[in-house]
């Protein structure tokens, strides 16, 4: 509307412009409200959304921290057991060296051909 229309009206009509007018106001200020309201919210998800990636790469690095920690916990597992396979392998080994000489110490008692001696010596033990 232009001036001289405004001067035109009555006192009512002017009166009733200005209670829209203050509806449309107090509409836009509660608009206003909302979309502010709306736009922290989305702020806080922002920002819990950086959280949210901060957390996942804290536990990332914890995962291949106990990764890391598991491998070489296997690897001296591992380690550990061959060295015992080892020893109770030369244990074993030896063993069986020991064994071997005996047998073959007896086997040259068995094969020895006898001496002169050795059979008037039976002869006067077994009487």
Known sequence: MTDK???KLRRADLIEILYEYQKREKAMQEEIAALRAEL???????????????AVVK????FETAQKTADDYVEQVKRVS??????????EA???VRRAKEQAEALKKEAAPETP???????????
Not at 40 to 54: F, H, P, Q, T, Y
């Open 59 to 62: 536990l990332n690095a914890l």
């Open 40 to 54: 922290e919210s989305r702020d806080l998800k922002l920002k819990d959304a950086g959280s949210i990636a901060e």
């Open 82 to 91: 061959c060295e015992a396979i080892r020893e109770a392998a030369r244990k």
């Open 5 to 7: 229309e405004f001067k």
């Open 117 to 127: 001696d050795a059979p008037a010596e039976a002869k006067e033990s077994s009487k």
């Open 94 to 96: 030896a063993e069986i």
